[in-house]
T-cell receptor, first 114, second 113 residues
Framework: EDKVVQSPLSLVVHEGDTVTLNCSYE??????LLWYKQEKKAPTFLFML????IEKKSGRLSSILDKKELFSILNITATQTGDSAVYLCAGDHAGGTSYGKLTFGQGTILTVHP | NAGVTQTPKFRILKIGQSMTLQCTQD?????MYWYRQDPGMGLKLIYY???????DKGEVPNGYNVSRSTTEDFPLRLELAAPSQTSVYFC????????????FGPGTRLTVT
């Protein structure tokens, strides 16, 4: 059975802190790992990771994938209150009728206090 | 482009009632998906479609039905609503090709009492 597990489930930090969110996966026909940010509405896309060891970066956010150990991390440096959200990771299936099907983790709730 | 649109935004149903959640995308995406998200949880796949006329079950299909008669529309039907179907429902679509992410609609908040 496909499974994506995120840790921690929740995290409370103060502005300026750096956080690391973890995502481990067991996904059949794995193709890529996606990260989304969700703020009381629909998830918005952050990163898609396909290759091991190549960091993707967007401002203060960065993410990397380890396909050998089956995990990914999302780093947020110099956190701001606007980073408060649920962060979701999802495993992407390749091939056949499962193409494009995402298996989501349960999410990490990040709260950033001023 | 409007992207992915969903109607209604909110709905309250009584136990045993039926309804259809509408989803439309204007990006000419072949792949469309229905998820539900319970409070404090991730998204669970209900049904998905890889093209007009083709649908398949996800993780939690019981109590739901879908159809895909056109590329643009992917309605989700609830028959005999139950309190366990109280959730937020998201429709999503995706283009063909390995570099495309899923785009989500704004969601429908459904309460069954």
């Amino acid at each position: 059975e496909d499974k994506v597990v995120q840790s921690p489930l929740s995290l409370v930090v103060h502005e300026g802190d750096t956080v690391t969110l973890n995502c481990s996966y067991e996904v059949t026909n794995f193709r890529s790992l996606l990260w989304y940010k969700q703020e009381k509405k629909a998830p918005t896309f952050l990163f898609m990771l396909t290759s091991s060891g190549i960091e993707k970066k967007s401002g203060r956010l960065s993410s990397i994938l380890d396909k050998k150990e089956l995990f990914s991390i999302l780093n947020i440096t110099a956190t701001q209150t606007g980073d408060s959200a649920v962060y979701l990771c999802a495993g992407d299936h390749a091939g056949g009728t499962s193409y494009g099907k995402l298996t989501f983790g349960q999410g990490t709730i990040l709260t950033v206090h001023p | 482009n409007a992207g992915v649109t969903q109607t209604p935004k909110f709905r309250i149903l009584k136990i045993g009632q039926s309804m259809t959640l509408q989803c439309t995308q204007d990006m000419n995406h072949n792949y469309m998906y229905w998820y539900r998200q319970d409070p404090g949880m991730g998204l669970k796949l209900i049904y998905y479609s890889v093209g007009a006329g083709i649908t398949d079950k996800g993780e939690v299909p019981n109590g739901y039905n879908v159809s895909r008669s056109t590329t643009e529309d992917f309605p989700l039907r609830l028959e005999l609503a139950a309190p366990s179907q109280t959730s937020v429902y998201f429709c999503a679509s995706r283009g063909q090709g390995s570099s495309y992410e899923q785009y989500f609609g704004p969601g429908t908040r459904l309460t069954v009492t």
